[in-house]
Structure formats: C-alpha cells, structure tokens
C-alpha cells in the first residue's frame, strides 16, 4: 500500500479574501462547497503554495494579502502534514514588515530552496481554468506540462529558468544590436545545454505518463495519449543529447538575424508543444466534447498522480477546483469512487453541497461564506477516517 501525504492542519492569515481560518482536516476527501467568490479557491491556492512554485494561479506575490484600507496586508499560510517522514510543519508568507519576498519555514527552519520543498510535498491540481487547455495557446500547455514534470523532479524548474534566463539575455543583445559574438555564444551555449536537459524530462514524462495511462489507471475515464510537438524533442529519438547540443547552438547563431527582427527565439524548446488525444478514439483533444476534454483531463491527473506515488513513494495531495462541472452524472460518480479508492488526499470545490451526495459518509466538508469557513453538518468526519 502506497502511503499518502495528508495534510492534517491549515491555517491562513490575511490571505486572499480570509482575514483568518482554519481547518482540521480529518479525511481522505475533503468538500469544501460554497457560493461563487466566497473563497473557495482561495483555500486550494493556499494549499499549492506550501509547496514549490506560484500555486495553482501562477498569481504574483502582491496579489495573495488580504486588501485593508491601507492596502494589502502581510499573509501567512500554514500546514501541518503526516507523510512517509513523519509529521511536519511548514509554512510560507511575507515579513511582518510587508516586504516583497516569500520566505518558507520546516519546523520553525527557513528552507534553502525550492527542492527541499519539493522532497516532502507533491500537489497536482486541476482548475476551470483549465478547462481552456486544449484551445488556449501553446504556453498554457507548456506550462502544465512543466508542471507535470517538476512534480517529479523537483530539479526541472531550475533547468526551464535557466534556459528562459540565457534567452530573455539574449533577445536584449540582440533587440539592442549589441552582436557581441563570445556573448552570444556564451548564451546560445546555455540556452543549448538547459534546453536539451529540459526536453529530455518532458519526453522522459510523456513516455511514463502513456504507459501509466494503457495500463488503465484512469478507470471509466477514457485514457489519453500525450506526445511533444517540439524539434528538439523530435531530434533527440534520433541523436544523443551532444550531438542535439551541437544542432541547437548552430541553429541559435545561424537564425541571429531572423530573431533580431522578431525580437525571439524563433526555434527552440521554449516553441514546444503538448498535444493530447482520446485514445479509444484516436481523436485530438480539441476536436472533442466539453466533456471529453473535461474527462481527459482527469485521466491524465489520476495517472500523473498514480507515477508521483510510484515514484516518490507517497500519493501526492489532489486539488480538484469546480471539479463537477461539465461531467455528467455517471463520470461524476465514476470520478468519485476513483477518488474514495485512492491513496491521495483530495480535496473538491463546488457551488452545490448535493453535487458531493454520493460522498457522505466518506468525505469530510467544510462550508464557506463571507462568513468564514466552518464544518458541514452534511459531511461530518467519516467514522473511518
């Protein structure tokens, strides 16, 4: 049986619209319902920043204090969590002194870095926003496909910003025509080595994620094939990561001037793609229904968090935002059987208490207003839990 990381404990101050709350989270499945801006996704976003990251709205670090007449206040959030380790507390939020850095603490410590964060806590999520995943542009899917990957190599992030650091550099030599040719080459070389150590992770996840997804893990919830659409991911199933070194560098300082006038990369990994499609029907993703794209995504979540549990060891922490909407009835029930089955704490958000009926008795809800958040006397802590 594959251990979960539960969070036992949440504490906000000042965060968002929540001058204070606090939960004591007792199950696995935990329904959080409310009306809309009561705050609901507010307490998820609180959540996915105690891990690494921006949480699950990527949002600023300005936007997440509680506005008060003199403007936004210093915010805390808080967790305490039960895992593989043992139990811990961990905490993040800004100085009392309202300065404009985050800072995180383990047991009272500061912690060093992002990593270290990443070795104890793994969240994967899925918003409304998200819904638009299949018709937004490319940097909405690159995103989540990084996010994919960071969940299971904590060090992914420092190659994607290093890369995109060498880039942004170079894009303002070149904007200023500053065609300084050893600093160009220093920085198409970085650009070339993060770019190649970037792709690699993606079409390391890609090629797990599709074989966690044939062997069924998504259950009634049609399976989907992911694939990169990226020129250096097509080049390294052909060539070693040196010689694809050696191709990007060359590529990089033969397109200087072409990237000049465009003022980017026209060429590299920073272009890749994630493509999904429906399996069974051997559909893309756009083409298909609302609801299928809904369901594919789900899939897709279930099986990247069957591979963190395989992985890291412990199931990761679900974040399910308005999850209910635009499935029907019978993968509403399928979604819920798969979630009282798995070993991950999930958490799901909605307007209407009676969407989560076939939950009673296994989750536990809280309800939020204007108000504050308090239990749901309709879902009380299981007997089990």
Known sequence: MIPSLRLTRLLLQDFRNHARAELRLEAGVVVIAGENGSGKTNLLEAISLLGPGRGLRGAKLAEF???GPEGPHPWAVSG???GPVGTFDLGTGTTADGGDKR?????????????ELGALVAAVWLTPQMDRLFTEAASGRRAFLDRLVWALDPYHAREVAAYGTAMTQRNRLLGDNRGDRAWLDGLEDAMARHGVALTAARRALIARLNAVLAGGVAGAFPAALAALDCSTAAALQA????????GLRETLAANRGRDAGAGMAVEGPHRCDLRLSHLPKGVPAELCSTGEQKALLISTVLAHAALIAGTRGFAPLLLLDEIAAHLDARRRDALFEALAALPAQSFLTGTEPGTFAPLRGIAQGFSVSPGGVVPDPAFPVPLAA
């Open 65 to 67: 204090g509680r506005i």
């Open 80 to 82: 305490r969590f039960e």
């Open 103 to 115: 800072s995180f603490r383990l047991d009272g410590n500061p912690v060093q870095t992002q990593a």
């Open 239 to 246: 060539r070693s990561a040196l010689e694809v070194e050696d």
